[in-house]
């Protein structure tokens, strides 16, 4: 037995071609040994799903079954359709989201993940999304659209306009740059269930639930939410100075892997400056004093800004409301979590670690009830 | 520091809890300090539960409160009950349980998770399942009835009449023994969700598709289809040496933790006498044989007869249908499942581990029109 590492920190927990987190260097490398910010540059979202699920980018005539493939996967079953109108509108778009890819994946007996399947979860993604948008604001929901590639029909199914080129392609990016991460804890949780020999769509639906969290893909909102509390640049410094005097946490630094500046910060902060250039402003300089001041007080500690950060300014930016943001990281995430659970299947083992006991001995007498 | 790839996590320490200890080489099962044997016999579900939640048993008071509380609990909200008949009827238990517990718990903000909100969640898992399993026969849902316990509501709901003090009572005692078991795959989900600070509703979906893995909450089907395959006790010793020759796996048997014989089997194998003779006879040579043969092919192996092998014969002799075998297990860990949950988030911190990449060092992607 060894010794309790609380959170697992620095335990290696899957072996993966997936994607690398080199926090030391902070390099991304997605699968096929790619630099995030070289893929960036040449691939569309449907080209890194293609990346990740199949190990290779694909050649154009892959390109184009993928994308068929794709939008026809774009419609929901009549249970996931259920699910959605079952719904309160004003409900928690990742509630909804968890739902509805549960109900949309109910099957008669249990099957084991294809590439398929993982396919079309990930094409089913902004249908859904985008169908809890449309409910919240009390409009009819959008059907999608086949010939737009998956960022436009997301938008498209969002706000039932088609979108200029330039707001897809910030969401395209977006989607690019989120759609792995190592072992997250969203992505460790697909495998653990996935380790079981359960099905795809439970590993999914877990690992919605972990993104949900405050500490992983709500963290893009607490970032924009900051953002919105500290209004213009010119109230970053007292807000900050304040809000550190009070200890509070400056949402969108830190990281447990990164040790210098996360490479996908470092291409949304630079595409901020297009999409969002007001909010950029603001957020260029909470960044630097946020950076100032954490470093002042840790000296010790690399405090670098996380994708979160500067991810909200580019959705913002984008037009996604904030309230959506943790659905479209899902959206984008997605892909890998798929990618992780087809690739666990080559050498599947139960996750199942131990745990230190710190109760009372065994062997405590059970008093009757009427003796309590 | 990172240390190396430790498959499965095996004897790796994930968490501390003081909420059950799995003695493996002892064959203890101790929850909050009792030994399984001395709560099993007289124990409700009630009274374990609080057990589990609050960290000690009952007072009358306290359990007349508990009780109250999970009776009051038991109806599905309008979202719940209508994402229900949205499914298919022939959708497997576990798919149901994983939508309808994703709606009964959604929410408007994010909370976290407490006591009264894993009341609430633990209440509804049989109230889901007895409503599908009478839609699935074209029968009305039954109003769950507050007068009576955890057990016995269950089975009055699936059947539309109360069962006999005997049946009620083996349940109870199947939900006593399933309550919690360590860092099991699926508690060790709800943790990892939790850790992101996640909500309750999230834990508990993520742990159920990680529960509906055979490797975990066992193929349904699987022990019972063995048995009847082999057909009479006579016929065992034949059937089982024959089958060996073809590699075919003995259900039931085996385990990564207990070196000795699951105490909890053991109280389930008693039980199997007393209530479902038939199938005692049977299971009970069965399981002789199957040890005499594992043990001349692995003599260094302890080939202990796991929790699954016996539960068979006692949640058939209830009269549950083999389907709801693993949902019927979740109505009992549903307990653990959220004692977890709440001890995860009153200490957390995100769990987080690392991943060992196994892919090709960094090189520059081709351009689309230059892929081959």
Request: proline share 6%.
């Amino acid at each position: 037995m060894t010794e309790f590492s609380p959170g697992l920190e620095g335990v290696v927990a899957a072996e993966t071609a997936v994607s690398e987190v080199d926090g030391a260097n902070g390099r991304l490398i997605y699968r096929g040994g790619y630099l995030i910010e070289d893929v960036a540059a040449v691939a569309s979202y449907e080209e890194i799903v293609h990346l990740l699920l199949q190990g290779d980018l694909p050649n154009s005539r892959q390109l184009d079954a993928l994308r068929r493939q794709m939008a026809e996967a774009r419609t929901l079953n009549d249970a996931g359709l259920g699910a959605i109108m079952a719904l309160d509108p004003d409900t928690d778009p990742m509630d909804t989201l968890r739902t509805v890819v549960s109900a949309q994946g109910a099957t008669r007996s249990i099957t084991k993940p294809t590439l398929d399947e993982a396919i079309a979860l990930t094409s089913i993604f902004p249908t859904i999304v985008a169908a809890a948008h449309r409910r919240r604001l009390g409009k009819e929901i959008v059907e999608p659209r086949p010939d737009l590639d998956h960022a436009a029909n997301l938008l498209w199914m969002m706000e039932g306009t088609e979108p200029p080129a330039e707001r897809a392609s910030w969401v395209g990016h977006y989607l690019v740059l989120l759609a792995d991460h190592g072992l997250n804890a969203s992505t460790f949780a697909a495998r653990v269930i996935a380790s079981t020999g359960s099905d795809l769509t439970s590993s999914v639906v877990g690992a919605i639930g972990a993104l949900k969290g405050a500490a992983h893909g709500g963290a893009t909102l607490a970032a924009r939410s900051m953002l919105d509390k500290i209004g213009s640049a010119d109230n970053a410094e007292k807000w900050l100075k304040d809000a550190h005097a009070r200890h509070e946490r400056f949402a969108g630094f830190g990281h447990r892997v990164y040790r210098t500046y996360d490479p996908r910060a470092k291409s949304l902060r630079e595409m901020a400056k297009t999409a969002a250039p007001q909010l950029h402003k603001t957020a260029a300089r909470t960044e630097e004093l946020a950076l100032q001041i954490l470093h002042e007080a840790h000296p010790e500690r690399p405090n670098a800004t996380n994708v979160d950060f500067w991810a909200s300014v580019v959705l913002t930016g984008a037009g996604i409301p904030k309230e959506m943001f943790t659905c479209i990281f899902a959206t984008s995430r997605v892909a890998g979590w798929t990618a992780h659970v087809l690739e666990s299947l080559s050498d599947l083992r139960i996750i199942r670690p131990a745990s230190r006991w710190v109760g009372p001995e065994g062997g405590k007498q059970a008093l009757p009830l009427a003796g309590r | 520091m990172t240390g190396a790839y430790v498959p499965g996590l095996e004897g790796i320490i994930a968490a501390q809890t003081a909420i059950s200890m799995v003695d493996g080489e002892n064959g203890r099962l101790v929850y909050r300090g009792y030994v399984i044997a001395d709560l099993a016999e007289d124990m409700s579900f009630e009274e374990v539960a609080h057990l589990l939640w609050y960290g000690r048993l009952p007072t009358r008071a306290e359990l007349d409160g508990l009780t109250l509380e999970l009776a009051a609990s038991r109806a599905l909200t309008p979202a719940a009950a209508a994402t229900l008949n949205a499914l298919p009827t022939d959708t497997d238990p576990m798919d149901v349980l994983r939508s309808v517990v994703s709606v009964q718990g959604v929410e408007h903000r994010l909370e976290k998770p407490t006591i009264p909100l894993a009341v609430h969640a633990a209440a509804s898992f049989p109230t889901i399942l007895a409503n599908f399993h009478r839609r699935q026969a074209g029968l009305d849902p039954v109003a769950p009835r507050a007068d009576l316990g955890h057990a016995a509501n269950y089975l009055y709901m699936l059947n539309a009449r109360e069962s006999s003090p005997e049946i009620v009572r083996a349940l109870n005692t199947y939900l006593v023994l399933l309550a919690d078991h360590g860092m099991n795959a699926s508690t060790f989900t709800a943790r990892v969700i939790a850790s992101t600070d996640s909500d309750l509703a999230s834990c508990l979906v993520g742990a159920i598709g990680a529960l509906k893995g055979p490797a975990h909450g066992g193929a349904p089907s699987a022990v019972m289809d063995q048995l009847e395959m082999i057909g009479t006790a006579a016929n065992a010793e034949r059937w089982m040496r024959e089958a060996r020759t073809q590699k075919v796996r003995f259900m039931g048997f085996g385990h990564r933790i207990y070196r000795t014989y699951d105490p909890r089997a053991r109280i389930l194998k008693a039980m199997c006498e007393r209530l479902n003779p038939q199938f005692y006879d049977l299971a009970s040579k069965v399981e002789e044989t199957a040890l005499a043969i594992l043990h001349e092919e692995h003599p260094e192996r302890p080939q202990a007869t796991n929790v699954e092998f016996y539960s068979a014969g006692v949640l058939q002799a209830i009269g549950l249908p083999k389907e709801y075998f693993p949902p019927t297990f979740a109505v009992s860990r549903a307990a653990g499942w959220t004692a977890h949950v709440l001890e995860q988030s009153a200490n957390n911190r995100l769990i987080r581990p690392q991943s060992e990449y196994i892919g090709p060092e960094p090189r520059k992607p081709a351009p689309l029109a230059e892929r081959g």
